[in-house]
């Protein structure tokens, strides 16, 4: 499940160059949040080398995949310095790598367009192309005022052939977890309420150890709701999933922790029914901005519909597109949403206490 050049594959030959263990070679400290017991910030300085000496930031799979094996570079010395140029720059390093990778893609399969002037042709491995580009985004200087808008937008300006292998829903990039042989975690990319991130629902661990990862049921569309729910609880409660994931501490200790703070008596399931509301909350205002809002940002990437994984032992694996459009039929039918248009209800949103937004979006004419 590890993205490579721009998630075309799933396996990186120099995976090993950039893994956890070779990590631990670079380390010199942890970093933790604020009072935090269990810091899981690794900070990291680069070896000595070429001209531009040792480096130091923190960093973390997503952006070590990203800026890494999705670019094709397996060399961690060089991911040290994008990583380190994306923080001093400002710039998110799992978009940033996700754009330069479709970059890539795009100078590879000559699909460029010639009325854009692109300073610099990056290949797959090209580091130096990359902290260019970097850098040309961060300031909006040339190409990088395009590719600073995301992939979404460039794949809309190149044109259609482009968009089956633009790695984006709703707009956003995708996080580090290649899905075509994780159809429980291209369900959670598929339909999470800020576009394709792993920290809404990370159902990849529980689908692979479950014993039936490739399987497409409803239990598993059921995982993705109840994490989905739990995250935006943890979100709200401005507390760390760790500890809960990680660790496995106990679930009922959220709403004690809460109840102890405010003097107030909450359950967990009366915090879930509030992630919930959140949840639909959200949903209807993607719904109240954006006029076409609906079932068709739900969908997945066409090259996970469409290119199965050509190599790995999940060879040949690919999201069947009716197996994932019945994924998506259970999940609207789980959260009491309308099949068809795949947003809230009256009655769903009367029934979570919003019937103010229902009304709302009633006299809109967008749902009834």
């Keep these: ?9 799933s396996i990186f030959k120099e995976a090993d160059s950039i893994s956890g263990d070779e990590m631990e070679k670079y380390k010199i400290a942890m970093r933790a ?13 680069s ?41 001093l720059l400002g710039l998110d390093t799992i978009s940033s790598g996700s754009v330069i990778g479709f970059v890539m893609e795009l100078t590879e399969r000559d699909l460029w367009p010639k009325s854009i002037d692109l300073p610099v042709r990056p290949r ?25 808008e995301g ?8 044109g259609e052939e482009s968009t089956k292998f ?29 576009g394709a991130h792993h920290n809404r629902a990370w159902v990849i661990a529980k689908e692979i150890m479950s014993g039936k990862r490739l399987e497409v049921d409803r239990e598993k569309v059921e995982w993705v709701i109840d994490l989905q729910h739990r995250r935006s609880l943890f979100d709200m409660l401005t507390v760390c999933r760790l500890p809960w994931i990680e660790l496995g501490l106990n679930y009922n200790y959220y709403a004690e922790f809460l109840t102890y703070a405010t003097g107030i008596k909450f359950t967990v399931k009366e915090l879930l029914k509030v992630a919930e509301r959140v949840y639909n909350l959200t949903r209807c205002i993607w719904a109240r901005e954006v006029k076409d809002f609906g079932r068709k940002y739900d969908l997945i990437p066409s090259r996970w519909m469409e290119e199965p994984l050509p190599s790995g032992p999940f060879r040949g694996h690919y999201i069947d597109s009716g197996d994932y ?35 709302e979006l009633e006299s809109l004419k967008i749902i009834k």
């Design 1 to 9: 499940c590890l993205p490579t050049r721009n998630f075309r594959e």
């Design 33 to 45: 949040c604020f009072a935090c017991g269990m810091p899981c910030g690794n900070y990291v300085c």
């Design 47 to 87: 070896k000595v080398g070429d001209d531009w000496g040792t480096i130091c930031t923190e960093i973390d799979y997503e952006n070590v995949c990203m800026l890494g094996s999705n670019l094709g570079i397996g060399d961690f010395n060089r991911i040290i310095k994008l990583v380190r140029t994306c923080n």
């Design 124 to 148: 797959f491995g090209d580091s130096e192309a990359a902290e260019e580009l970097l850098h040309m985004i961060a300031y909006r200087k040339g190409v990088g005022n395009i590719l600073a």
């Design 151 to 158: 992939v979404k937008k460039l794949s809309e300006i190149v």
């Design 166 to 194: 633009a790695m984006h829903v709703k707009g956003l990039e995708i996080t580090a977890y290649e899905s075509r042989a994780a159809p429980a975690m291209a369900l959670a990319y598929g339909t999470a309420d800020i």
């Design 325 to 359: 459009m019945k994924m998506l039929d259970w999940y609207y039918e789980l959260r009491g949403w309308n099949k068809e248009t795949g947003l809230p209800t009256v009655r769903k949103l009367e029934e979570l206490g919003l019937s103010d937004v229902a009304r």
